[in-house]
C-alpha cells in the first residue's frame, strides 16, 4: 500500500452539521407535512443544483412555479440557511488541526453552493485551514461525478494512490475508488480515528 499523504474532508455532516430539518421543523410543525415538502419540492436533487452552480434566484423560480403556495417556505431555505447549520461535530474539528500540526497534506473537496460556503467559512473559521479547497459550486462539478475527483487531484497536486478521503454518503465513497482513492465512509469521529489508524495515521488527542 502507498503511504498516505495527502487526506481530503467532506464538510457537510463530516465537520459541521447538516440538517434542513432544523429550520423547517420551525416552519412547518407537521412531521407528515414537512416530509412531504422536503421529498417533492425542497429536494435532495433540487439543492444540488445549487451546489452544481445554479444561481439561487433561478432554483426559487423554478420551485415556485411548481409549487406557488409553498413560495415563502421555498425562499426560507436559501434565506435562512444558517438554521440548517447549527454547529460543528467538535471531535472532528480537532482530528483535522491534529492532521495538519503533524504534517499531512489535507485539501477538502466539498458539495457546497459558492456563496454560502464563503458564508460558512466565516462562521467556522477552520474551514479557512485547508491547503487548498474543491467547492462544488465554484468548479460547476458535483460528487459523485468522477470529473469533481480528478479535478481535484490534477487542480492541487494530489497522487490518488497516496490520498485518503472521508465523506458521509457512501456513493461519494465509491466515486473516490472508482477515481483511485483511498475512501472511507465518516460515520463518527471515533470511527474515522480508527480508520486513520488501519492506515497508519495516529492521530493525537
Wanted: glycine residues 6%; negative net charge.
Amino acid at each position: 500500500m502507498t503511504a498516505i499523504r495527502h487526506i481530503v474532508f467532506d464538510i457537510g455532516n463530516v465537520l459541521i452539521r447538516w440538517d434542513p430539518e432544523r429550520l423547517y421543523g420551525r416552519l412547518i410543525p407537521d412531521a407528515a407535512e414537512r416530509a412531504r415538502f422536503l421529498a417533492e419540492v425542497c429536494t435532495h436533487d433540487w439543492n444540488l443544483e445549487q451546489d452544481r452552480g445554479r444561481g439561487w434566484p433561478e432554483a426559487e423560480a423554478e420551485a415556485i412555479a411548481l409549487h406557488p403556495d409553498k413560495a415563502d417556505l421555498i425562499r426560507a431555505w436559501r434565506r435562512d440557511w444558517h438554521e440548517m447549520v447549527p454547529g460543528s461535530i467538535e471531535e472532528t474539528v480537532d482530528i483535522l488541526a491534529a492532521l495538519i500540526a503533524a504534517g499531512y497534506d489535507v485539501t477538502a473537496l466539498t458539495n457546497f453552493a459558492a456563496d454560502t460556503f464563503v458564508e460558512a467559512q466565516a462562521r467556522f473559521p477552520y474551514l479557512t485551514s485547508f491547503r487548498a479547497i474543491t467547492v462544488s459550486g465554484a468548479v460547476r462539478l458535483v460528487k459523485p461525478d468522477i470529473a469533481i475527483y480528478d479535478h481535484h487531484i490534477a487542480a492541487h497536486g494530489l497522487d490518488p494512490k497516496a490520498t485518503l478521503f472521508f465523506d458521509d454518503l457512501p456513493a461519494n465513497i465509491a466515486a473516490a475508488r472508482a477515481a483511485g482513492w483511498n475512501a472511507e465512509r465518516f460515520v463518527d469521529p471515533a470511527t474515522m480515528r480508527a480508520d486513520l489508524a488501519r492506515y497508519g495515521i495516529a492521530v493525537a488527542g
